[in-house]
C-alpha cells in the first residue's frame, strides 16, 4: 500500500509538471521569445512540495488544503494568461486546425523513406517525433489554448483523484469533493470560452484581464476541501456563542455557500452584468448563464436562511428545555466516546455484583 501511495504521489506531480510546461512551451512558441522558458522554474516549487511531502507525510495529503494543486495552479495560471492575452490580437479561419493537421500526412511517409535507407529504426523515431511536433506547432491558436484550459480542468479532477488522501479525509468524502469539482469545472470553462469569444470583449484589453482575474479567483477553491470536511472545534465555553456554534455545526454547507456566493457564481454574475449592463453586450448564451448565476446565488441564499432557522429554532428548543446547546461538531468520535463510556459501565456492573445479591444468602440463615 506505501508502494501505491508512493507511485500515485510522484505520477500526478509528474503530470502537473509536464502540462505546465507543455503551457510553458506554447507560450514560447507564440511569443518567439526564449526568455517565457523561464517561467518554466515555476516547477522547482512543485518539486520542492514533493520532496517535503514524501519526507514529512510520507506523500499523503495534508487536512483543509492540497498544496500540489495550489503549486500546479501557480505553474500553469501564468502560460494560460499569456496565451489568452495574446489570442486577443490572434484569428484563425472558419475551420481552426483542421486544414493543418491533416497537411503533415506527407511529411510522415517522407521521413519513414528516408529513415529506410541510412540510419534505421532509431532515427526514424526521432524524424516521426520532429514531424509530430511540426504538426501539433501548425494548429491554430485558438484551438490550443481551448485545448490546454480543458485539460487543465480535467487535470485538476483527476489529480485530485489520484493524490493520496490524509488520514482526515474519508474516501466517501473524497467522492463528494470530485463530483463538486466536476460541475465546478464546466461552471468555470463555460465562463471563460464564452466571455472571451465575444469578438467585443477581444478589443478591450481592460476587460480581458478583469475577466481573466475573475477566473483565476474561482480557481482558488480548487485546493480546498473545506466544502467537505467539518472544522473540529471543541465545545468550549468560548465556542458556545451563537455564531460559533452555526459556524461549527454547519461549517461545510456554509464553505459551500460562500464558495458558489464569494468565488463563483457571485463573481461571474457580475462580471456578465456589467458586460450587458455598461458595455451592451447581448447574446443568447450570455443571457442564459445570467439567469442561471442569478437563480444559483438566489437558491445558496435560501439555503443560508433555511440554514440559520433551523439552527435559531434548535437553540430555542434547548434553552426551553434547559439542556446546555453544545456543538456536534464530531458527532462520530462524540458517538465513540457515548459508546465507549457506556461499554465502561456495563463492565463495572458486571465486575461488581449488587450489594442486595451478595447478602441476600446471610439473611436466609
Not at 521569445?33 to 516547477?43: C, D, G, Q, R, V
Amino acid at each position: 500500500m506505501e508502494l501505491m501511495v508512493l507511485l500515485n504521489a510522484l505520477v500526478t506531480r509528474l503530470l502537473f509538471v509536464l502540462h505546465s510546461l507543455i503551457g510553458v512551451w506554447r507560450v514560447t512558441a507564440v511569443k518567439k521569445e526564449p526568455k517565457y522558458w523561464l517561467l518554466a522554474l515555476l516547477n522547482l516549487l512543485l518539486c520542492l512540495e514533493t520532496g517535503l511531502t514524501l519526507k514529512f507525510k510520507q506523500g499523503r495529503g495534508y487536512k483543509w488544503f492540497s498544496p500540489a494543486i495550489f503549486l500546479y495552479l501557480i505553474c500553469i495560471v501564468p502560460s494560460l494568461w499569456l496565451l489568452e492575452i495574446h489570442h486577443g490580437t490572434q484569428y484563425c479561419g472558419n475551420e481552426p486546425g483542421a486544414v493543418q493537421v491533416n497537411v503533415s500526412n506527407q511529411d510522415f511517409n517522407q521521413s519513414r523513406e528516408s529513415s529506410h535507407g541510412n540510419e534505421g529504426t532509431d532515427h526514424h523515431i526521432i524524424q516521426t517525433a520532429k514531424v509530430f511536433v511540426n504538426q501539433l506547432s501548425t494548429i491554430c491558436e485558438t484551438v490550443w489554448t481551448l485545448a490546454l484550459h480543458q485539460t487543465f480542468l480535467l487535470l485538476l479532477v483527476v489529480g485530485r483523484w489520484l493524490l493520496p488522501i490524509g488520514v482526515e479525509i474519508t474516501r466517501d468524502q473524497l467522492s463528494q469533493l470530485l463530483l463538486m469539482f466536476v460541475g465546478t469545472a464546466a461552471d468555470i470553462l463555460e465562463f471563460a470560452s464564452e466571455t472571451l469569444d465575444i469578438e467585443d470583449v477581444r478589443k478591450n484589453y481592460a476587460l480581458i484581464n478583469a475577466i481573466l482575474a475573475v477566473w483565476t479567483w474561482s480557481m482558488l477553491q480548487f485546493p480546498l476541501d473545506l466544502a467537505v470536511q467539518h472544522i473540529g472545534c471543541k465545545p468550549s465555553a468560548s465556542a458556545r456563542r451563537i455564531p460559533s456554534l452555526l459556524l461549527c455545526r454547519y461549517s461545510a454547507e456554509l464553505w459551500n455557500i460562500g464558495v458558489s456566493l464569494f468565488i463563483q457564481d457571485g463573481p461571474f454574475f457580475i462580471v456578465r452584468s456589467i458586460l450587458m449592463g455598461h458595455f451592451r453586450i447581448f447574446n443568447q448564451m450570455l443571457v442564459f448563464f445570467t439567469a442561471k448565476n442569478i437563480l444559483v446565488v438566489t437558491l445558496q441564499l435560501y439555503r443560508l436562511a433555511v440554514i440559520t432557522l433551523d439552527f435559531r429554532t434548535t437553540v430555542l428548543q434547548k434553552s426551553r428545555k434547559g439542556e446546555v446547546c453544545c456543538c456536534p461538531c464530531e458527532p462520530y468520535e462524540a458517538h465513540v466516546h457515548a459508546i465507549g463510556h457506556q461499554e465502561n459501565e456495563m463492565k463495572e456492573f458486571v465486575a461488581v455484583p449488587p450489594k442486595e445479591e451478595s447478602q441476600a444468602p446471610s439473611e436466609d440463615h
